[in-house]
């Protein structure tokens, strides 16, 4: 199980940090990805983390602002988002990716947390 917390409604400039907590399985195993979908859009991939080396990646709509991590003592991946935008509001989801790589298919998915930015 895969879940999502930490969304909410934050003024644009302001930062959240949102979690995915794994259990039943051990995280370090997955790579686990961070998407979002905002409405009437498509879904798209934030961030991930590999399971391997910890390598990580970012949409370039994000990067330099937010930042992937893992603490594999807590099961859990967290994703720091700073100077948060209007834009960035949506449903976040985290994913686990079987093959470690963050380049495979997401089979597994958490149940989602919103994020709402005010300008």
């Known amino acids: 199980q895969l879940v999502e917390s930490g969304g909410g409604l934050v003024q644009a400039g302001g930062s959240l940090r949102l979690s995915c907590a794994a259990s039943g399985f051990t995280l370090g195993s997955y790579a686990i990805g961070w998407f979002r979908q905002a409405p009437g859009k498509e879904r798209e991939t934030v961030s991930c983390?590999?399971?391997?080396?910890?390598?990580?990646s970012y949409a370039d709509s994000v990067k330099g602002r937010f930042t992937i991590s893992r603490d594999l003592a807590k099961n859990t991946v967290y994703l720091q988002m700073n100077r948060l935008r209007p834009e960035d509001t949506a449903v976040y989801f985290c994913?686990?990716?079987?093959?470690?790589?963050?380049?495979?298919?997401?089979?597994?998915w958490g149940q989602g947390t919103q994020v709402n930015v005010s300008s």
């Open positions: 983390i590999s399971s391997r080396d910890g390598s990580t």
């Open positions: 994913a686990q990716e079987l093959g470690g790589t963050c380049r495979g298919v997401y089979d597994f």
